[in-house]
T-cell receptor, first 119, second 112 residues
Framework: GAVVSQHPSWVICKSGTSVKIECRSL??????MFWYRQFPKQSLMLMAT?????????EQGVEKDKFLINHASLTLSTLTVTSAHPEDSSFYIC???????????????FGSGTRLTVV | GENVEQHPSTLSVQEGDSAVIKCTYS??????FPWYKQELGKRPQLIID?????GEKKDQRIAVTLNKTAKHFSLHITETQPEDSAVYFC???????????FGAGTILRVKS
């Protein structure tokens, strides 16, 4: 259990265009999802916390108008990179966590990630 | 906010030896500490986690220890195998369910 599906796995787009990335919890409801960005050979940096039915909470330094987050249902959150530029090229990965179920704790589950290349 | 430091950045061990990776955290309110293994181009996979109400947890060749007073926790891998080679990340959060703050990562190479 506790599977998170992320699409697309990779995308190449032209500079100035927008790209949407989807993150779905397949077998559990996720009121909260997290979006991370990971540059090569670096750690996962939290961009924002996505809250179902309300506005996302962005980390300091992350432009909310550039990285649009929509969490319209309990199983789907989307990240749209608007007006993408080459410096936005990165590995974007989402995460969600099932409710703790006593001793059985699945922990935070990550999507498979999206490799974005802006040319 | 929370800050997690991780050492070493790279670690090379001989197959069969033990590997230890250490992390420190700054926020004494943090109480959930997972460890993730990430292979190149893939998603992080949870390998073990610990909550602040215990000092040690073990799962076969993997163990995690937590010292709340010193605010540090460590990952121990015994009898390392080549397939253990990957990047390992520690993380911390205030309560399970809140955002995770990650360490910088450790590249573990197990030489056969």
């Amino acid at each position: 259990g506790a599977v998170v599906s992320q699409h697309p796995s990779w995308v190449i787009c032209k500079s100035g265009t927008s790209v949407k990335i989807e993150c779905r919890s397949l077998d559990f409801q996720a009121t909260t999802m997290f979006w991370y960005r990971q540059f090569p050979k670096q750690s996962l940096m939290l961009m924002a916390t996505s809250n179902e039915g309300s506005k996302a909470t962005y980390e300091q330094g992350v432009e909310k108008d550039k990285f649009l987050i929509n969490h319209a249902s309990l199983t789907l959150s989307t990240l749209t990179v608007t007006s993408a530029h080459p410096e936005d090229s990165s590995f974007y990965i989402c995460s969600a966590r099932p409710e703790a179920r006593g001793p059985a704790n699945y922990g935070y589950t990550f999507g498979s990630g999206t490799r974005l290349t802006v040319v | 906010g929370e800050n997690v430091e991780q050492h070493p950045s790279t670690l090379s061990v001989q197959e069969g030896d033990s590997a230890v990776i250490k992390c420190t955290y700054s926020d004494s309110a943090s109480n959930y500490f997972p460890w993730y293994k990430q292979e190149l181009g893939k998603r992080p996979q949870l390998i073990i986690d610990i909550r602040s109400n215990v000092g040690e947890k073990k799962d076969q060749r993997i163990a995690v220890t937590l010292n709340k007073t010193a605010k540090h926790f460590s990952l121990h891998i015994t009898e390392t195998q080549p397939e253990d080679s990957a990047v390992y990340f520690c993380a911390a959060s205030k309560n399970y369910g809140n955002k995770l703050v990650f360490g910088a990562g450790t590249i573990l190479r197990v030489k056969s």
